[in-house]
C-alpha cells in the first residue's frame, strides 16, 4: 500500500515559531499537495509540488511556504505561526503530471496544529 | 473553472437507515469523479471511485453512479452502521485541473444507534 506519512498528529506552538511540517510518501509519486481543514471551510490547497524543487501556489499560500529538495519528501513551513494558522493540516501525494488522472490522492493522516 | 457542489449537512440517521449523500458537478473537461471518506481525527481516504459515464463505484456497502447527463455522483448505502458516521467529500479531477483534485465541502454523517 502506498504510505504517506506525517511526521507529527499533534502539535502545539507559541506565536512567532518557525514551524516546519514534515510529510513522506513511500511510492515514487511526482505530486505532492499541502491542504488545510477548517470546519465550515472544507479543504484549501496551500501548496503543491509537481517534481523535486519545484512548486506552486495553491489558493491560499500567504504566510506558507514549502521545500521539496527530495522526492520523497514534502516540508511546508510557517514562518512566523500566528493563532490563525491553528488548524488540520493534510499532505496529499499522486501519480504525475500525465498519468493516470483516475488514481486521485493519497492522503496522510493529517496533523492538528494549534498556535497559542 | 471546476467545481462540486454537496448536499449540505450534517446529516443523522439511525442504524440500518438508508443513506443518500447528492453529489453535482461542474467541470469543462471528462472528470473521474470520487467519493473520500474521513474518520473522526483521521485524513481522507478514497471510498470509491468512477473514471467514465455510467460506471457504478462501489466499496464497504456505498455505491455511486457517475450520471454524465445530470452531472451527477450521488453516494448512497442500503444500511448504514454507527461505524459509518464520517465526513464524505465528493471530488473530481480531469486534464484541465492539472493533477489537481477538486473536493466538495463535505458532508458530515452521525449515525446513532
Known amino acids: 500500500d502506498v504510505k504517506v506519512t506525517q511526521s507529527s498528529r499533534y502539535l502545539v506552538k507559541r506565536t512567532g515559531e518557525k514551524v516546519f511540517l514534515e510529510c513522506v510518501q513511500d511510492m515514487d509519486h511526482e505530486n505532492m499537495f499541502w491542504y488545510r481543514q477548517d470546519p465550515g471551510l472544507g479543504l484549501r490547497l496551500i501548496y503543491f509540488?509537481?517534481?523535486?524543487?519545484?512548486?506552486e501556489k495553491g489558493d491560499i499560500p500567504e504566510g506558507y511556504s514549502v521545500s521539496r529538495e527530495k522526492k520523497e519528501r514534502f516540508s511546508l513551513i510557517l514562518e512566523s505561526a500566528s493563532t490563525n494558522q491553528t488548524s488540520m493540516y493534510l499532505c496529499?501525494?499522486?501519480?504525475?503530471?500525465?498519468?493516470?488522472?483516475?488514481?486521485?490522492?493519497?492522503f496522510g493522516s493529517g496533523t492538528r496544529l494549534t498556535v497559542v | 473553472g471546476n467545481s462540486v457542489t454537496q448536499m449540505e449537512g450534517p446529516v443523522t440517521l439511525s442504524e440500518e437507515a438508508f443513506l443518500t449523500i447528492n453529489c453535482t458537478y461542474t467541470?469543462?473537461?471528462?472528470?473521474?469523479l470520487f467519493w473520500y471518506v474521513q474518520y473522526p481525527g483521521e485524513g481522507l481516504q478514497l471510498l470509491l471511485k468512477?473514471?467514465?459515464?455510467?460506471d457504478k463505484g462501489s466499496n464497504k456497502g456505498f455505491e455511486a453512479t457517475y450520471r454524465k447527463e445530470t452531472t451527477s455522483f450521488h453516494l448512497e448505502k442500503g444500511s448504514v452502521q454507527v461505524s459509518d458516521s464520517a465526513v464524505y467529500f465528493c471530488?473530481?479531477?480531469?486534464?484541465?485541473?492539472?493533477?489537481?483534485?477538486?473536493f466538495g465541502p463535505g458532508t458530515s454523517l452521525s449515525v446513532i444507534p
Open positions: 496529499a501525494s499522486s501519480l504525475g503530471v500525465g498519468t493516470d488522472l483516475t488514481y486521485g490522492y493519497t
Open positions: 509540488s509537481y517534481d523535486v524543487k519545484m512548486k
Open positions: 467541470a469543462t473537461g471528462y472528470p473521474s
Open positions: 468512477a473514471t467514465k459515464a455510467d
Open positions: 471530488a473530481l479531477s480531469d486534464e484541465t485541473s492539472y493533477d489537481k483534485v477538486i
